[in-house]
Nanobody
């Protein structure tokens, strides 16, 4: 199983970034996909999640209206469009996949991509 994030970097406040996660090694279309972030000295937190059919999404309150999560089950990718960025979103962003099989939960994580918002 592999989750490979890309798209992180340095951006000025008010700017935008698009993160992408390429998945392989499992049935992507059956998994709930999420983006988490972890800032220095803080716990990892859920930023956005999307269900397998893209019919339901969930966002951290502080990013609602500015971030959009989307997925392409044909390409096995999940993206996070981040707009109107503020310095407080600086963190390492992780792609996460959760699938269940025979009542057992499987969690997969990417290696993370750094997002830095600074002038």
């Amino acid at each position: 199983v592999q989750l490979v994030e890309s798209g992180g970097g340095l951006v000025q406040p008010g700017g935008s970034l698009r993160l992408s996660c390429a998945a392989s090694g499992f049935t992507f279309s059956s998994a709930v996909m999420s983006w988490y972030r972890q800032a220095p000295g803080k716990e990892r937190e859920l930023v956005a999640a999307i269900n397998s059919g893209s019919s339901s999404t969930n966002y951290l309150d502080s990013v609602k209206g500015r971030f959009i999560i989307s997925r392409d089950n044909a390409k096995n990718t999940v993206d996070l469009q981040m707009n109107s960025l503020k310095s407080e979103v600086t963190a390492v962003y992780y792609c996460n996949a959760v699938r269940t099989s025979w009542g057992k939960r499987y969690d997969y994580w990417g290696q993370g991509t750094q997002v830095t918002v600074s002038s």
